[in-house]
């Protein structure tokens, strides 16, 4: 430092004076032997803090060593972990490049399954509706042929079925156009044969209480001579006498024969009359139930014809049931068509794959 120099010079000022031959001044040597000891206590604590500050630095040293060998080692260890992360995100991409390559080919493999079950699915609706358009034909030329609404009845019903059991959306228009036509057809045909059966169980009953036109119990004829009227005051052997005179008339009648074969008809013959009668009405109530219209109506008219020619025409209970039978010509004569327009709409749609 500075300082050592200054003091070699202070030391050798009172030699070089006394050698000069300058006499030392009382008071000096003191102060300068203080001022040493300050310089000697200030180069002490100088060399002091020099000393710790070269620990202080060799110490930072020392730690910015270790410091650095840590990072240095964390560095490589943080390389070593990049390699493995890269090695790893290299394999991953690598699998998962493999893996959207599969993925790319089963969606392109269930395309082509999509797109063939949808071809088979076509076809076979397809099919299924070519059937069911024949069976609804089929059953509509048997209704028309026998006038008899089962067939037809029938082939929608199974048709409903089919179409239901396929489970396909597209055809959920024809499963309905299906049912309402059977719920209607059978409606109609329900309702009507209810009316004509109850006319048909009202005839089957008047049949027993029918007068024919000989039975002379009930229907009585022209007598030869007109009764006689008795006054409210009449004798007592008057009164027996006009009911003598009505036994004599009720033996002999006389009257206009227009149906020989009617008046002949024996008791027994009226018998059998009536069950053929109740044969044929029950003939015709089987006719009205499986639909054959036309044969119920011939037997209506073969039941009208025996009515007219053996029944009395004047009895109150014979031109009722001539009554039953005319609402029941006009009943079967006025029975509504089969209507399928909604099956045939809806079959047409599937058909053309709307």
Known sequence: MSLAPATDEALAVPGDRAAAGHAPQPGAAGTMRIVVAV??????VALLMAFSLWQKVNGMQEQLARQSADALAQAAEARTLARQASEVVRDAAAKVALNESRIAELNLQRAQLDELM??????HDESMVVDIEAAVQLGMQRAQTTGNA????????ASEQRVARAGQPRLAPLQRALARDADQIQAVAAGGATDSLHKLDDLIRLVDDLPVVNDVARTGGA?????????????WWQRVWAAVQQEIRALVRVGRVDRPE???????????????????????????????????????????????RYFDPRSRRTQQAATLL???QSQLKD????????????????AAGR
């Open 118 to 123: 949808q071809n088979l699915s076509r076809s």
């Open 262 to 308: 009617a008046v002949l008809v024996s008791p027994d013959q009226v018998f059998f009359l009536r069950e053929n009668l109740k044969l044929k009405l029950l003939g015709v109530r089987l006719s009205v139930l499986s639909r054959q219209l036309d044969s119920a109506r011939f037997e209506l008219a073969a039941v009208t014809t025996a009515l007219n």
């Open 39 to 44: 310089v000697a206590i200030v180069a002490v």
């Open 150 to 157: 089962e067939p037809l009845l029938a082939a929608l019903k």
């Open 326 to 328: 005319l609402q029941l």
């Open 223 to 235: 007598s030869l001579w007109a009764p006689d009227p008795l006054p409210a005051d009449a004798y």
């Open 335 to 350: 029975a509504p068509a089969l209507n399928i327009n909604a099956t045939l709409t809806a079959l047409s749609a599937a």
